[in-house]
């Protein structure tokens, strides 16, 4: 309960001092906060007249909770400019860099976020870290080309990560992306330089997103124990 009320209590902050008349187009992270902001701007389009022309997805689920929510939703080929865009991290150091992909779904997530003037981070008490990798500790997650998760891996191991191919729980063999990938998660421990692992993983071929968000985030909204929201910018 504790959790989910802290993240309640960060979407509804994050969404109603981000969110005004003026907005247009949104972007919709993924994950289980995120729910929070939907829940929030569909209360508010209710009662204002909010002139919300788009919502733009992150995923099948991002979509969904447009969809249900009865917002308006659009392709970002349509809006390659965002308003703002909201979503939850895994873990956030002192600079805002992230490590995002705990849904596997960073991939559309990083192309929102990257569009979006102002990208807000939404979480709950537990994401909030100095370094990246001391709370988090599933590793990074890669999104990879399935005909070379084997070389990738090794190539991983070789740069002093520990690499996991993620499997399924409610289907045989590996998680598939939404995008039609495999997710590798590779621990590296503490992250001190997460913008210079960020730069070798992606270099690496067949590496096509990692979750790694560096100086991307404007502001995160954290959701305390006790019911108070800690923004840092
Ligand atoms: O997969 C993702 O990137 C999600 O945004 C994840 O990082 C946060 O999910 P949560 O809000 O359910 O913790």
Redo the contacts with the bound molecule.
């Keep these: 309960l504790l959790v989910n009320e802290a993240?309640r209590q960060a979407s509804y902050t994050a969404i109603d001092e981000h969110v005004d008349a003026t907005t247009k187009v949104i972007g919709i992270?993924?994950?289980?906060?995120?729910?929070f902001c939907v829940d929030r701007l569909a209360q508010r389009v209710k009662r204002e007249n909010l002139h919300i022309v788009a919502c733009i997805p992150?995923?099948f689920q991002s979509k969904q909770l447009i969809i249900e929510a009865g917002l308006p939703l659009a392709d970002l080929n349509q809006h390659p400019i965002i308003d703002v865009a909201f979503?939850?991290?895994?873990e956030v150091d002192s600079s805002l860099n992230?490590?995002?992909?705990?849904?596997?779904?960073?991939l559309q997530?990083k192309l929102v976020a990257a569009a979006a003037k102002k990208f807000v981070v939404?979480?709950?008490y537990r994401?909030d870290a100095e370094v990246l990798g001391t709370q988090w500790k599933a590793g990074v997650?890669l999104e990879v080309i399935p005909m070379a998760y084997v070389p990738i891996m090794g190539t991983l191991k070789a740069l002093g990560g520990n690499p996991v191919l993620r499997m399924a729980l409610r289907k045989a063999g590996p998680v598939v992306t939404d995008n039609g990938n495999f997710v590798i998660d590779a621990d590296f421990g503490e992250i001190k330089d997460p913008i210079a692992l960020d730069q070798k993983l992606i270099s690496i071929p067949g590496i096509v997103e990692t979750?790694l968000f560096c100086r991307m985030a404007s502001v995160a909204y954290f959701g305390g124990k006790d019911g108070t929201v800690i923004v840092r910018k």
């Design positions: 993240k992270g993924s994950g289980s906060t995120v729910i992150t995923s979503d939850g991290a895994d992230c490590i995002k992909g705990g849904g596997a779904c960073q997530e939404v979480a709950d994401k997650p979750g």
